[in-house]
T-cell receptor
Framework: EAGVAQSPRYKIIEKRQSVAFWCNPI?????LYWYQQILGQGPKLLIQ????????DSQLPKDRFSAERLKGVDSTLKIQPAKLEDSAVYLC??????????????FGPGTRLTVL | AQSVTQLGSHVSVSEGALVLLRCNYS??????LFWYVQYPNQGLQLLLK??????LVKGINGFEAEFKKSETSFHLTKPSAHMSDAAEYFC???????????????FGQGTILTVHP
């Protein structure tokens, strides 16, 4: 079974530029998560999708971050414009369904973003 | 709201020694608890989880953790460290509740485990 795929693996941009990250979850997984992991910290949930609907985006900085999951499969996370403090690893995870908290989330390798 | 505290950002042990990584949580409802491991330049991998039932849970690679409700703890242990255990470990909690809390993981800040020969 293929795992969660993310691209690109690394991205370096200058502040005020735009950037987009792509995630392809495990086939058949209904729930998709985007996390931000700043160096030295644990991952922080940015947004959670169930199929193509948003379940939780309470910690997404909506003035600059956006995410979509068209057709309930792949997802894209965009930052526009980027700030220095956005430098982090962006992790995508998926799980089979909205599991009431019991289930395992499967993580991709992440995209390391550096904002100069 | 739930939160997780991992005591010690760095833990160093000798190969063959006991590994103990500490995790305390706070939660307004019964929690589900997880330990994940992250190797360099990789995503997180589930080591073990506690949902209900037996409070001592066993995971992959010889790790185990015990849920102690009275102490609000979920410490991770391994009797004998191996060089391949060197990684960063994250404790996480999700709520045993409905609504938008479904599946939402709150992570601790992580503990980097170093294993010396």
């Amino acid at each position: 079974e293929a795992g969660v795929a993310q691209s690109p693996r690394y991205k370096i941009i200058e502040k005020r530029q735009s950037v987009a990250f792509w995630c392809n979850p495990i086939s058949g997984h209904a729930t998709l998560y985007w996390y931000q992991q700043i160096l030295g910290q644990g991952p922080k949930l940015l947004i959670q999708f169930q199929n193509n609907g948003v379940v939780d985006d309470s910690q997404l900085p909506k003035d600059r971050f956006s995410a979509e999951r068209l057709k309930g499969v792949d997802s894209t996370l965009k930052i526009q414009p980027a700030k220095l403090e956005d430098s982090a690893v962006y992790l995508c995870a998926s799980s089979p369904r909205l599991t009431s908290g019991r289930g395992e989330q499967f993580f991709g390798p992440g995209t390391r973003l550096t904002v100069l | 709201a739930q939160s997780v505290t991992q005591l010690g950002s760095h833990v160093s042990v000798s190969e063959g020694a006991l590994v103990l990584l500490r995790c305390n949580y706070s939660s307004s409802v019964p929690p589900y608890l997880f330990w994940y491991v992250q190797y360099p330049n990789q995503g997180l991998q589930l080591l073990l989880k506690y949902t209900t039932g037996a409070t001592l849970v066993k995971g992959i690679n010889g790790f185990e953790a015990e849920f102690k409700k009275s102490e609000t703890s979920f410490h991770l242990t391994k009797p004998s460290a191996h060089m391949s255990d060197a990684a960063e470990y994250f404790c996480a909690v999700s709520l045993n509740a409905g609504g938008t809390s479904y599946g939402k993981l709150t992570f601790g800040q992580g503990t980097i485990l170093t294993v010396h020969p």
